[in-house]
C-alpha cells in the first residue's frame, strides 16, 4: 500500500476506538495519546487511551503515568504470526518507557510491552515517547497502540500494511485529534491551532522521519520507521515462497525502488549534517566560525552561500534585541560559491552593510525567524532584489537560480541568515531541501552565538582588565618607564597581574609590581582593591616595609581567600638609592650601565600579602644614572615542566641586551620568554631606566621660622632661575615660593623650613616643614586675612599637591619648562 493510499483510507471508529481497524479501514491502528508534565503526572488521556489501558480519563488525569502506562520491558514469546516478529527484541529499540517517563532521556525512544488490562486478557502494546520542550508544564507525549491489531490487518491477497498509521490522522473525523491539536499550542508553544492540527497529522504518521515540522520548534526524528520495513520484507518473503511453491518467477516489488531512494535521501541528508555539524564551531574565533559555516554547506548543498550577520554579533557587542526592521543594518561576512573566481566580489563584496526592505524575501526570513523558499528566481523578483544595490547589476548572478533563505538564530533571535543559491541547471531547492537547510542553519546559529559570546566576553574581558591597568607616563621624575602586559593564553583574559608607578615628594617614584594568585573575575576585583591601596598607601609616603605590613593587614580584613605577591620600590634619583621592599614575589634584575651585566637583586623574600603576622624587610640599594630596574610578575619566567631558575636566567640575559629605547628593551625581553611555548598565566613587566638628578639641577635652602624669610625665599629662587637660565619662569615660581613658606613658617614650631628646587622634565619646588596637618584649599572672602596662598599655588601651577613625611609634611608644585 502506498503513502497516498494509506492516507485516504476510510477510518471506521477513529483512534478511539478500543477495537482494531477492520477490513475496512485497512492499513490503520488505532492509537492512545498521552501528555506527562513534569510532575510526571498525566495531563492528557485520550478516549484510545481509556480503550487500550482501561482506565477512565477522570481517574486517570493527575495521576502518576508510572503507575499507569506500561513500563515493563518484558517481551513475549516471539510469535510467528506477528508481522514485526518481535522487533524490541531484534533492534535493541533503547531504554524502557520507565526511563522516558522519568525524565531520563532527552530523545525519542520506542519499545514494546506487556500488560493485564481490567476485563481484558494481556495486551501485547507498541508505544513512542516524545520528550517536549518548551515554557509549558508538558514533558512527554506517549503514543501506543495495540499491537494485536497488526494480525487483523492482513488482506485477503496475504499483503501486510506498509506501516503502523495511526488512526487520527488530519483527515480523519476523529475528536481526539481536534482536541490533541488545541492543546499543542501550550505543549509547544510559538505555534498556531492550524499548524498544531498539521504537527497531529505528520508526527504521527510512524515510519516517516520527521525533521521539522516548523522553524521554531522541532520534533524529534521519529524512532521506529524500522517496522514498516520489516512488514514490507515479511511481505516479500512470503509472496516468494508462494511463487516458488507455484514454479512461478519471482514477482518484483514495485515498492522497492521508491523505498530504497526514499531511505538513500534521508540517509544521506542526515550523514550531511552529522558532517557539517562535525565541520563547524572547531574553535570560538568569531571570523573562524563564519568561513567554516560557509564553506561547509557548498559545493554539497548548494552553489552560492552568502552569510548575513547583525552589527551587534560583528562588533561582538551584548544580544541583539527586538525584530529587525527595514533600518537593521547586515554586515555580508562570508560569500562562497563555485563559480568562476572574483565574479561576486565586486558586486557583493565582503564587508558591505546593507538593510533590506519589506518586500524581499531577505526581509521575511529575518522577521519571521523561518527558512523562504524561492524555486526559481523570476526576472521580476531578480529586479526587484537588484534594486537595492546601487550601481551595481546583481540579476545576472541569481535570476533563474533557486534560492533558500535560512535564519540563524539563537535564544528565537535572529542572529543573521545565510543565502543560499543553485545553478539553474541543478535540481531546485524542495521542501525536503528546506528542513535540512533549517536544521543546517539551526546548529549554525548555535555555533555562531558561541562564538560571538565568547568574543563579547573577551571583548569585556579585555576593557576590563585594561580599566585596572593604569596609564604609565614614560617619563618619570629622574627616570624613563616602559610597561607590557599579555593576558593568559589558556585561562582567560582576565587576572590579578599588575604595575604601577607613584610620584612621592622629593621628586622620588614608587614602581610596584604584584600578583593576585588565581585568574579570572574575583582575582582581577582584588587586584584592583589591593592596586588603590597600595597607591593610596605610596602617596603618604609610608616606607616600604611598612606599607607591604599595612597592604598585609588589608588583605586580611578581605578575607583569607586570596594571596597575592608584590614587589614595591622607592627610586630617590637625588641621592641615587633603590629602597626596596618585597612580599613573596620573584626578585627584581639590575643592570649596569657601566659594564652592561645584569644580576637578580637578593632581597628577602617575604611571605605573601594575605598570609599575616609575617614582618617584611626593606633593602637600599646604589644605582648610577643610566642604570636599568627590571620587575616582572612569575607568568614571564614559570614554564610547566621547567626549573624557574631557567627563566630567571633567560630574563637576566634578555634585560642585559643592549637596546635603542625602553619599549625595545621590554619587547627584547617579552620576545627572549615568551616564544619557549606553553605559558598560560598572564604576564606584567615594568622596566625603569634610572636616569638620576645631577646635583647642579638641584637647589636647597633652609630659613628660620620668621615671616620676613619669605622675602628672602623669593629673592634666592628668582637667582637661581636666572642662572639656570629659565627668566620665564622666575615671577610665578617666586611667587608660589613665598606663599608656601609663609605658610610653613606659621605653622612650624622649631624645626626650619626647607625649599628645594629641581630641574628636571619639569621645574619642582618643595616646601617642608615639621607640622603633619595637610593644607586644603579655601574659599577666602575679601576680609579674609588668610586663605588665599594656595589659591595662588593652585591657579598658577601645573601640578600642586602635599604629603606627609616622616619629620612632618612637604608642599609642592610644578611648572612646565619652557619648549617642552
Same mark, same amino acid.
Given at each position: ?139 512527554? #507525549? ?131 549534517? =552529522? ?124 535570476? %533563474? ?6 535564519? #540563524? ?33 539551526? $546548529? ?5 552565538? =558561541? ?53 612621592l615628594p622629593g621628586a622620588r617614584t614608587a614602581l610596584v609590581v604584584g600578583d593576585v594568585m588565581g585568574h579570572g573575575l574575583n582575582s ?34 578581605? %578575607? ?6 608584590? #614587589? ?13 621592599? =618585597? ?13 652592561? $651585566? ?144 609663609? =605658610? ?77
Open positions: 500500500m502506498d503513502r497516498g493510499t494509506e492516507r485516504d483510507a476510510p477510518p471506521s471508529r477513529g483512534a478511539g476506538s478500543g477495537t482494531a481497524a477492520g477490513p475496512a479501514d485497512a492499513g490503520r491502528v488505532p492509537l492512545a495519546v498521552v501528555v506527562v508534565d513534569l510532575e510526571g503526572l498525566v495531563s492528557h488521556w485520550s478516549t484510545g487511551a481509556r480503550r487500550l489501558f482501561g482506565v477512565p480519563k477522570d481517574e486517570a488525569i493527575g495521576q502518576s503515568a508510572l503507575d499507569l502506562l506500561p513500563v515493563s520491558g518484558a517481551l513475549p514469546e516471539v510469535d510467528e504470526d506477528l508481522p514485526y516478529e518481535g522487533y524490541a527484541a531484534a533492534d535493541g529499540l533503547g531504554p524502557g518507557l520507565g526511563t522516558s517517563l522519568d525524565g531520563g532521556l532527552g530523545y525519542p525512544a520506542a519499545g514494546r510491552a506487556r500488560l493485564t488490562v481490567p476485563e481484558r486478557t494481556r495486551v501485547d502494546v507498541l508505544w513512542w515517547a516524545y520528550p517536549l520542550v518548551g515554557p509549558g508544564r508538558e514533558r512527554l #507525549l506517549v503514543l501506543a497502540a495495540d499491537a494485536e491489531g497488526l494480525h487483523r490487518d492482513e488482506h485477503a491477497d496475504g499483503l501486510l500494511v506498509e506501516r503502523i498509521a495511526p488512526g487520527f490522522a488530519l483527515h480523519t473525523d476523529f475528536p481526539g485529534a481536534e482536541e490533541l491539536a488545541r492543546g499543542l499550542p501550550e505543549i509547544l508553544p510559538s505555534m498556531s491551532v492550524g499548524e498544531s492540527a498539521r504537527i497531529v497529522s505528520q508526527v504521527l504518521e510512524l515510519g516517516y522521519p520527521v525533521l521539522e515540522f516548523s522553524h521554531n520548534d522541532r520534533v524529534p526524528v521519529t524512532p521506529d520507521w524500522g517496522v514498516a520495513r520489516r512488514v514490507r520484507r515479511r511481505a516479500r518473503r512470503e509472496r516468494a515462497a508462494r511463487a516458488a511453491a507455484a514454479g512461478l518467477p519471482q514477482p518484483e516489488d514495485p515498492d522497492d525502488e521508491g523505498e530504497d531512494l526514499e531511505h538513500v535521501a534521508v540517509r544521506e541528508r542526515l550523514e550531511f549534517l =552529522n558532517e557539517v555539524s562535525g565541520r563547524i564551531g572547531t574553535s570560538l574565533d568569531l571570523s573562524r566560525t563564519i568561513v567554516e559555516v560557509s564553506k561547509a554547506v557548498v559545493p554539497r548543498f548548494t552553489d552560492v552561500a552568502g552569510t548575513y550577520l547583525r552589527e551587534q554579533v560583528v562588533a561582538g557587542e551584548g544580544f541583539p534585541e527586538g525584530v529587525p526592521d527595514t533600518t537593521t543594518l547586515w554586515h555580508r561576512v562570508a560569500v562562497e560559491h563555485t563559480d568562476e573566481p572574483g565574479r561576486w566580489d565586486d558586486v557583493v563584496p565582503v564587508g558591505e552593510a546593507m538593510p533590506f526592505p519589506a518586500h524581499t524575501p531577505f526581509f521575511q526570513c529575518m522577521t519571521t525567524g523561518e527558512p523562504v523558499l524561492v524555486p526559481r528566481i523570476s526576472e521580476q523578483m531578480g529586479h526587484a532584489i537588484a534594486s537595492q544595490f546601487e550601481k551595481r547589476d546583481i540579476r545576472p548572478l541569481i535570476t %533563474g537560480r533557486s534560492m533558500l533563505v535560512v535564519p #540563524l538564530k539563537a535564544r528565537n533571535v535572529v542572529l543573521g541568515f545565510m543565502i543560499l543559491l543553485r545553478h539553474p541547471e541543478r535540481a531546485e531547492f524542495n521542501d525536503m531541501d528546506r528542513v535540512t537547510g533549517a536544521e543546517l542553519a539551526a $546548529r549554525a546559529g548555535l555555533v555562531l552565538d =558561541n562564538a560571538r559570546m565568547y568574543t563579547h566576553q573577551e571583548s569585556v574581558a579585555e576593557t576590563l582588565q585594561d580599566s585596572m591597568l593604569p596609564h604609565i607616563p614614560p617619563r618619570m621624575a629622574g627616570c624613563d618607564i616602559a610597561t607590557r602586559y599579555l593576558p593568559g593564553t589558556l585561562l582567560g583574559r582576565v587576572g590579578g597581574d599588575w604595575f604601577d608607578s607613584v610620584k582581577a576585583a582584588m587586584m584592583g582593591q589591593l592596586r588603590t591601596a597600595v597607591q593610596t598607601m605610596a602617596a603618604l609616603d609610608l616606607p616600604p616595609a611598612q606599607l607591604l605590613r599595612n597592604l598585609d593587614d588589608l588583605a586580611q580584613r578581605l %578575607g583569607d581567600t586570596y594571596l597575592a605577591t608584590c #614587589l614595591y620600590a622607592v627610586y630617590d634619583p637625588i641621592a641615587g638609592e633603590l629602597h626596596l621592599a =618585597n612580599a613573596g614575589h620573584i626578585p627584581p634584575v639590575l643592570v649596569r650601565a657601566d659594564d652592561g $651585566r645584569s644580576r637578580l637583586l637578593d632581597l628577602p623574600t617575604g611571605a605573601p600579602i594575605g598570609v599575616g603576622g609575617v614582618p617584611f624587610e626593606a633593602v637600599r640599594v646604589r644605582v648610577e644614572p643610566g642604570d636599568r630596574l627590571v620587575m616582572c610578575t612569575d607568568g614571564l619566567v614559570e614554564m610547566r615542566g621547567e626549573d624557574i631558575g631557567v627563566g630567571l636566567a633567560t630574563l637576566c640575559e634578555s634585560a642585559a641586551h643592549p637596546s635603542a629605547s625602553m619599549d625595545d628593551a621590554c619587547d627584547t625581553v617579552i620576545r627572549a620568554l615568551n616564544t619557549r611555548g606553553g605559558r598560560k598565566d598572564d604576564v606584567a613587566l615594568l622596566m625603569a631606566r634610572l636616569n638620576g638628578i645631577a646635583p647642579d639641577d638641584v637647589a636647597e635652602w633652609t630659613f628660620p621660622l620668621d615671616p620676613r624669610q619669605a622675602g628672602r625665599a623669593r629673592a634666592v629662587v628668582r637667582e637661581q632661575l636666572h642662572a639656570w637660565g629659565l627668566p620665564k619662569l622666575a615671577h610665578s615660581a617666586e611667587l608660589m615660593a613665598g606663599e608656601l613658606v609663609t =605658610n610653613a613658617v606659621r605653622h612650624s614650631h622649631a624645626r626650619p623650613v626647607a625649599l628645594r628646587l629641581v630641574r628636571g622634565d619639569t621645574l619642582l619646588c618643595e616646601v617642608d616643614d615639621e607640622d603633619h596637618e595637610l593644607p586644603t584649599l579655601l574659599s577666602a572672602g575679601p576680609a579674609d586675612e588668610y586663605g588665599r596662598g594656595l589659591r595662588v599655588v593652585s591657579t598658577l601651577a601645573r601640578a600642586w599637591g602635599a604629603s606627609r613625611t616622616g619629620g612632618g609634611k612637604s608642599v609642592w608644585f610644578e611648572l612646565t619648562l619652557p619648549g617642552r
